[in-house]
C-alpha cells in the first residue's frame, strides 16, 4: 500500500495563480483533512472530509476550497495564491475522526 | 492563549536519560494525539489517548481528562528520538494542535 500520496512535493507560483494540491489514500479511509504548518504555529486545519460528498471548514478555510467525489482523493485548490499561502500543506487521512491519522509527506508551497 | 499549548518548546538530552514532553488544553475532547515529526518534515502518528496510558517500545503517553493534561516519556532516550513532538486536541472532527517540542538527544 502506498498510504497518503501528495503531489507536487515542491511548488513556487505567483501571487494570483490558481492551483490544485493532491492528495489520494489506498487505505479506504473515511475521514481525509489538510492542514497547513507555518514556521511557529503548528498545524492548522485547513478542511476535512468525513465522507465522498462531505466536506467542511476546519479553523483556516479562507482562500481555499476542497471537493471530495470519491473515497480515495481529496484535492485542495487555491483559488487565486497570496504570499500569505506560503505554507508547507500536509493530507492525513484515517479510518474515521476518532482513530490515528496518517500523514502523507508534505508539499511545500512558495508563493512570490 | 492557543488551545493547546507545550513545554517545553526545546530539550536537549544525553542519550539514556529519560524524557518528559507536557501538554496542556483548554477544551473539551473526544481524543488526544501525540505525533513525531521527523527532521526530514514527515509525520507519524504515535499515540491516540482518550482515557489513561499508552505504552509502545521505549514510548508512553498518559492523560488526565479532569487536568486536561498530557505527558509524552521516552525512556532510555536515543539520538534517532531527535524530533519534533506535536501534540493535538481532537473536538468532534475538528483538530487543534500544539506548537511542538523540539528533542535533541546527543550521543
Known amino acids: 500500500n502506498a498510504g497518503v500520496t501528495q503531489t507536487p512535493k515542491f511548488q513556487v507560483l505567483k501571487t494570483g495563480q490558481s492551483m490544485t494540491l493532491q492528495c489520494a489514500q489506498d487505505?479506504?479511509?473515511?475521514?481525509m483533512s489538510w492542514y497547513r504548518q507555518d514556521p511557529g504555529m503548528g498545524l492548522r486545519l485547513i478542511h476535512y472530509s468525513v465522507g465522498a460528498g462531505i466536506t467542511d471548514q476546519g479553523e483556516v478555510p479562507n482562500g481555499y476550497n476542497v471537493s471530495r467525489s470519491t473515497t480515495e482523493d481529496f484535492p485542495l485548490r487555491l483559488l487565486s495564491a497570496a504570499p500569505s499561502q506560503t505554507s508547507v500543506y500536509f493530507c492525513?487521512?484515517?479510518?474515521?475522526?476518532?482513530?490515528?491519522?496518517?500523514f502523507g509527506d508534505g508539499t511545500r508551497l512558495s508563493i512570490l | 492563549k492557543n488551545e493547546v499549548e507545550q513545554s517545553p518548546q526545546n530539550l536537549t538530552a544525553q542519550e539514556g536519560e529519560f524524557i518528559t514532553i507536557n501538554c496542556s488544553y483548554s477544551?473539551?475532547?473526544?481524543?488526544l494525539h501525540w505525533l513525531q515529526q521527523h527532521p526530514g518534515g514527515g509525520i507519524v502518528s504515535l499515540f491516540m489517548l482518550s482515557s489513561g496510558k499508552k505504552k509502545h517500545g521505549r514510548l508512553i503517553a498518559t492523560i488526565n481528562i479532569q487536568e486536561k493534561h498530557s505527558s509524552l516519556h521516552i525512556t532510555a532516550s536515543h539520538p534517532r528520538d531527535s524530533a519534533v513532538y506535536i501534540c493535538a486536541v481532537r473536538r468532534n472532527n475538528d483538530m487543534r494542535f500544539g506548537a511542538g517540542t523540539r528533542l535533541t538527544v546527543k550521543p
Open positions: 477544551v473539551g475532547i473526544s481524543a
Open positions: 487505505m479506504n479511509h473515511e475521514y
Open positions: 492525513a487521512s484515517s479510518y474515521s475522526g476518532v482513530q490515528p491519522q496518517h
